[in-house]
């Protein structure tokens, strides 16, 4: 299911490769958009992160503004997802905060593009796709401003 709903399904392999794209530091607090995301969780442990969450995109207290340093969206399969995502955790992301989205590949150049106009309409500098693996879903990485353009935008 998708992280708009109550469970999202995460391989071992794609937590793997989610963690690795997100340059996680020890003391960032990570933000896992999606309700139940276990192996993620068990990927960002192995990592060394002491502070994660999983929030659901529809429902539930939101998180606090400004506090992450990174949101993980396992399972974005639509552009209302990738909306719900942007509106509700962009947000809790530190200024110079990243995102981290799988989502299935775009069928086409048109819907790449319109990926990235969304997420850079939603305050962030640079979106880069990295594919997951054989099999797995595509990764796009996208950071905020630094603290510095961000004071003077």
């Known amino acids: 299911m998708s992280t708009a709903g109550q469970k999202c399904s995460v391989s071992p392999s794609l ?17 896992v958009a999606g309700a139940s995301a276990l ?21 539930g207290p939101h998180p606090p503004t400004g506090a992450a340093g990174v949101v ?40 790449a593009r319109r990926l990235r106009h969304l997420v850079i309409g ?10 997951a693996g054989a099999g797995e879903r595509l990764i796009w990485v996208a950071h905020k401003k630094p603290l510095a353009l961000a004071k003077a935008a």
């Open 39 to 59: 192996e993620l969780l068990v990927a960002l442990l192995r990592h060394g992160v002491a502070d994660a969450d999983c929030r659901s995109a529809e429902e």
């Open 72 to 111: 993980i969206a396992p399972s974005v399969d639509s552009e209302s997802e990738l909306c719900r995502v942007l509106r509700r955790f962009v947000p809790s992301l530190r200024p110079d905060g990243t995102l981290v989205i799988a989502g299935a590949a775009p069928g086409n150049g048109r819907a």
């Open 15 to 31: 937590a793997r490769a989610l963690v690795g794209a997100a340059r996680i530091a020890p003391d960032d607090k990570v933000v």
């Open 122 to 131: 939603a305050g962030f500098v640079s979106v880069e796709c990295i594919p």
